[in-house]
């Protein structure tokens, strides 16, 4: 994992500042959302897919691609988290200031 952090950290921070981005500009929804079934079958994919990667089930190339995959999933969603978090604080601090 390591190898792959040095090797790809370009990538990493990338998709890092992609989701801090998308985090910012994101509003709040308004729509419905996802359903409970929807919502349950995403996280059962993704579930399925950090056991592959865990078990090293997956070989070879594809297993590499799958760990990559799951790692830069990781560092978009820890972006957006940042992003949308500190938008938060921005907006609720600007509110308490008027």
Same mark, same amino acid.
């Given at each position: ?13 990338? #998709?890092? =500042?992609? &989701?801090?981005?998308?985090?910012? *500009?994101?509003?709040?929804?308004? +729509?419905?959302? !996802? ?11 993704? #579930?399925? =897919?950090? &056991?592959?990667?865990?078990?090293? *089930?997956?070989?070879?190339?594809? +297993?590499?691609? !799958? ?15 940042? &992003? ?15």
């Amino acid at each position: 994992m390591m190898v792959m952090a040095n090797f790809y950290w370009g990538w990493l921070l990338g #998709a890092l =500042l992609l &989701g801090f981005a998308a985090g910012w *500009i994101s509003v709040v929804q308004h +729509g419905p959302g !996802l359903s409970k079934n929807a919502a349950m079958g995403i996280a059962g994919v993704a #579930a399925v =897919l950090v &056991g592959l990667s865990l078990a090293r *089930i997956v070989p070879g190339r594809f +297993g590499y691609w !799958l760990d990559l995959f799951l790692v830069m999933i990781a560092a978009y969603l820890v972006g957006c988290a940042i &992003g949308s978090w500190l938008r938060y604080w921005v907006v609720a601090r600007q509110m308490r200031g008027s």
